[in-house]
């Protein structure tokens, strides 16, 4: 039955892959979102600086506008 085997690793990928989706989507971004970003979102909008849209673009916070990528240490 080798349609079986096939299926079976299909299945398993297709887990792995959602899966890995999940854990990259719970991770919260490290730092602290810049104000005015956290104005913009709040209105269901993206901030329309051109730092932070290039920041965004990195995954990241902007840091001209006070935001921070690291998490804070105690
Ligand atoms: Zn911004
Ligand atoms: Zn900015």
Do not use: Q, R, W, Y
Not at 7 to 18: G, H, K, Q, R, S
Not at 52 to 68: D, L, P, Q, S
């Amino acid at each position: 039955m080798k349609f079986v085997k096939i299926l079976t690793a299909v299945a398993f990928a297709v887990a792995l892959t959602a899966s890995l989706a999940v854990a990259a989507d719970k991770k919260a971004p490290p730092g602290k979102v810049a104000g005015c970003c956290a104005k913009a979102a709040k209105d269901g909008k993206a901030c329309d600086h051109a730092c932070c849209v290039e920041a965004a673009k990195g995954n990241k916070n902007c840091e001209k506008c006070k935001g921070t990528n690291e998490e804070k240490k105690k």
